[in-house]
């Protein structure tokens, strides 16, 4: 599983900075961006309909002297307010960490003898013959900015 474990220590290092619990991590490696982007969106309509229920209570209340109490609702959107920008924050980081690795980015690896790109189960390079004993994997991007 050395191919695993690197591409984990490559994630890790991109996400040092930033206060993560091994959970958070693993949340962050394996979501992808669409499915995060989802979460968002089910959080955005969780506030929407605690607003509702905000405004019906105040509607209910108007020309008495009731108490309309949103403590309820309140909490409810602070909540997912966070939980909105905790699920932003793990989109940067994995934009920022070179996109969403656990989908788009194709995995190679460069031979060490010729600097021939290959794909990551290649066992010998096909420009020169170079057999393969230690596993060297890049991502697609740092392939591009080389
Ligand atoms: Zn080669």
Do not use: W
């Not at 490559?10 to 949340?27: F, I, P």
């Amino acid at each position: 599983m050395d191919f695993f474990n690197k591409l984990g220590e490559k994630a890790g290092e991109a996400y040092e900075s930033v206060k993560n619990s091994d959970v958070t991590k693993k949340a962050v490696n394996y979501a992808s961006i669409p499915s995060l982007s989802i979460q968002i969106g089910q959080q955005e309509a969780e506030i929407k309909r605690q607003y509702e229920i905000i405004g019906a209570a105040v509607f209910a209340a108007e020309g008495n002297d009731e108490n309309h109490d949103c403590a309820e609702q309140f909490e409810a959107i602070k909540v997912a307010q966070k939980k909105i920008e905790e699920l932003r924050a793990k989109i940067e980081e994995k934009k920022n960490a070179g996109g969403d690795q656990t989908k788009e980015a194709p995995t190679t690896k460069i031979c060490p003898d010729c600097g021939k790109e290959l794909g990551e189960e290649s066992l010998f390079c096909s420009k020169c013959g170079h057999k393969f004993n230690d596993i060297v994997v890049v991502d697609a991007q740092d392939v591009t900015e080389e």
